[in-house]
């Protein structure tokens, strides 16, 4: 995958640079210290993801994110730990807060490589999903699956996608998050923020900030808050 950086700190760039150059599956192509001399490069080259900061002068980097291309992912890296409910506002990859931890950061490489490689399979699929009493049949990678709604975990949103975590497997589909909402049992998948929906069956624990599902960490956006809250204690 083809990354660049964009990040006003000279010292930021470099460690990410480090970062990157170590692992196989990314090449690096240019850093700039601004979203504006960034803009001007993406206009004649093709990348595939870009490692952004969102505290810079003029434009930041939520902003600069609104307006790139549909099939550059983005992994936010900032100080500033109180944006990452406004990355999901712009699907972005990950959100990594400095100073980057080295395993964190593969981790986030590896999520953006598996998503651009699902992204590229998926490109022609974009049938309705059927739905029945107890499934969904969604086209994924040329083939429709039929998915149980008690095997799915969540579902989560990107671009003008939307990826079905279930039990067993991930599979991604042309849809938006909105439209496939609709689709599924009410109250039974509840929406927790801009890009994920949570199956309620399959929650282990929440706070109020966020909701634990095995292994995965989702957090729950202000505007979804007192819904999803009153909807889950009610059905406890």
Same mark, same amino acid.
């Given at each position: 995958?083809?990354?660049?950086?964009?990040?006003?700190?000279?010292?930021?760039?470099?460690?990410? *640079?480090?970062?990157?150059?170590?692992?196989?599956?990314? *090449? &690096?192509?240019? /850093?700039?210290?601004? %979203?504006?001399?960034?803009?001007?490069?993406?206009?004649?080259?093709?990348?595939?993801?870009?490692?952004?900061?969102? *505290?810079?002068?003029?434009?930041?980097?939520?902003?600069?994110?609104?307006?790139?291309?549909?099939?550059?992912?983005?992994? &936010?890296?900032? %100080?500033? %730990?109180? =944006? %990452?409910?406004?990355? =999901?506002?712009?699907? $972005?990859?990950?959100?990594?807060?400095?100073?980057?931890?080295?395993?964190?950061?593969? !981790?986030?490489?590896?999520?953006?490589? /598996?998503?651009?490689?699902?992204?590229? !399979?998926?490109?022609?699929?974009?049938?309705?999903?059927h739905i029945q009493a107890d499934f969904i049949l969604i086209k994924s990678d040329r083939r429709f699956f039929k998915i149980?709604? $008690?095997?799915?975990?969540?579902?989560?949103?990107?671009?003008? =996608?939307?990826?079905?975590?279930?039990?067993?497997?991930?599979?991604?589909?042309?849809?938006?998050? !909105?439209?496939?909402?609709?689709?599924?049992?009410?109250?039974?998948?509840?929406?927790?923020?801009?890009?994920?929906?949570?199956?309620?069956?399959?929650?282990? /624990?929440?706070?109020?900030?966020?909701? &634990?599902?095995?292994? =995965?960490?989702?957090?729950?956006?202000?505007?979804y808050r007192d819904s999803f809250l009153n909807i889950l204690m009610g059905k406890m």
């Amino acid at each position: 995958m083809k990354c660049i950086i964009i990040d006003d700190e000279p010292i930021a760039r470099r460690g990410i *640079q480090k970062l990157v150059t170590n692992i196989s599956s990314l *090449q &690096f192509s240019e /850093s700039f210290e601004n %979203a504006s001399a960034a803009a001007s490069f993406l206009e004649t080259n093709d990348i595939d993801l870009i490692f952004l900061d969102i *505290q810079m002068p003029g434009l930041n980097g939520i902003e600069f994110a609104k307006q790139i291309r549909k099939n550059t992912l983005i992994i &936010f890296t900032t %100080a500033y %730990a109180e =944006y %990452a409910l406004d990355s =999901y506002d712009v699907d $972005a990859i990950d959100y990594l807060v400095k100073p980057i931890n080295r395993v964190r950061f593969q !981790k986030a490489v590896d999520k953006a490589v /598996s998503y651009h490689s699902m992204l590229r !399979k998926t490109e022609s699929d974009g049938d309705v999903p059927h739905i029945q009493a107890d499934f969904i049949l969604i086209k994924s990678d040329r083939r429709f699956f039929k998915i149980d709604f $008690a095997d799915i975990l969540f579902i989560e949103g990107l671009k003008d =996608y939307v990826i079905v975590q279930t039990e067993s497997q991930r599979l991604i589909t042309h849809m938006n998050l !909105k439209t496939i909402h609709k689709l599924l049992p009410a109250g039974h998948f509840l929406r927790v923020n801009r890009s994920y929906i949570v199956n309620a069956i399959h929650i282990n /624990s929440f706070t109020n900030n966020d909701v &634990f599902i095995r292994e =995965y960490e989702i957090p729950i956006g202000n505007f979804y808050r007192d819904s999803f809250l009153n909807i889950l204690m009610g059905k406890m």
